[in-house]
T-cell receptor, first 116, second 110 residues
Framework: DAKTTQPPSMDCAEGRAANLPCNHS???????VYWYRQIHSQGPQYIIH???NNETNEMASLIITEDRKSSTLILPHATLRDTAVYYC?????????????????FGQGTILTVHP | DGGITQSPKYLFRKEGQNVTLSCEQN?????MYWYRQDPGQGLRLIYY???????QKGDIAEGYSVSREKKESFPLTVTSAQKNPTAFYLC?????????FGEGSWLTVV
């Protein structure tokens, strides 16, 4: 399974863009990159996902490098409510003979603190 | 509304007892997952199931057991063999490209 590496913590000023990096150098060609965030030990909240093209939705943008070995989650105008732990995960394929769902392995995540 | 329901939200267990955490989904998802989270730590995969009557060990399966008799249900049993079970437990399901999480269950050993 592809592993992800994220910085343990980042700070961002309110109103500025928050850029959260993720390294997934062993990602294979058919694995998706997902981003989730978790606030106060609640269930993680979906943010965005992508395969190889950049993606944007109402919450964030996802920039994936051309070689797919890393990605960046961009919160364009961070607010205090964006303070959370952000997880970058890669969806692995199952072993031979299984379905395509496979394991979902989380790293340690990045603690993003947005300050006034 | 479709979603995942975990119960109970809070559970206390005496040492030596088995306890079962419930996870039910009405999303018609094939794959379901159980994670453990310790304070200040990330999520670690305990067990996962990709289809009814089949499941695989995750990274920290020792001291846990699961069953998948119905598509909607994936209960997790924390056995007495789990020496440090106090943690936050999360259930998730996956369908297509969408992953849904429950709200979690807090287990405390007293």
């Amino acid at each position: 399974d592809a592993k992800t590496t994220q910085p343990p913590s980042m700070d961002c000023a309110e109103g500025r863009a928050a850029n959260l990096p993720c390294n997934h150098s062993t990602i294979s060609g058919n694995e998706y990159v997902y981003w989730y965030r978790q606030i106060h030990s609640q269930g993680p909240q979906y943010i965005i996902h992508g395969l190889k093209n950049n993606e944007t939705n109402e919450m964030a943008s996802l920039i994936i490098t051309e070689d797919r070995k890393s990605s960046t989650l961009i919160l364009p105008h961070a607010t205090l409510r964006d303070t959370a732990v952000y997880y970058c995960i890669v969806r692995a394929r199952a072993n031979a003979g299984g379905t395509s769902y496979g394991k979902l392995t989380f790293g340690q995540g990045t603690i993003l603190t947005v300050h006034p | 509304d479709g979603g995942i329901t975990q119960s109970p939200k809070y559970l206390f267990r005496k040492e030596g007892q088995n306890v079962t955490l419930s996870c039910e989904q009405n999303l018609n998802h094939d794959a379901m997952y159980w994670y453990r989270q310790d304070p200040g730590q990330g999520l670690r995969l305990i067990y996962y199931s990709q289809i009814v009557n089949d499941f695989q060990k995750g990274d920290i399966a020792e001291g846990y057991s699961v069953s998948r008799e119905k598509k909607e249900s994936f209960p997790l049993t924390v056995t007495s063999a789990q020496k440090n079970p106090t943690a936050f437990y999360l259930c998730a399901s996956l369908g297509g490209n969408t992953i849904y999480f429950g709200e979690g269950s807090w287990l405390t050993v007293v």
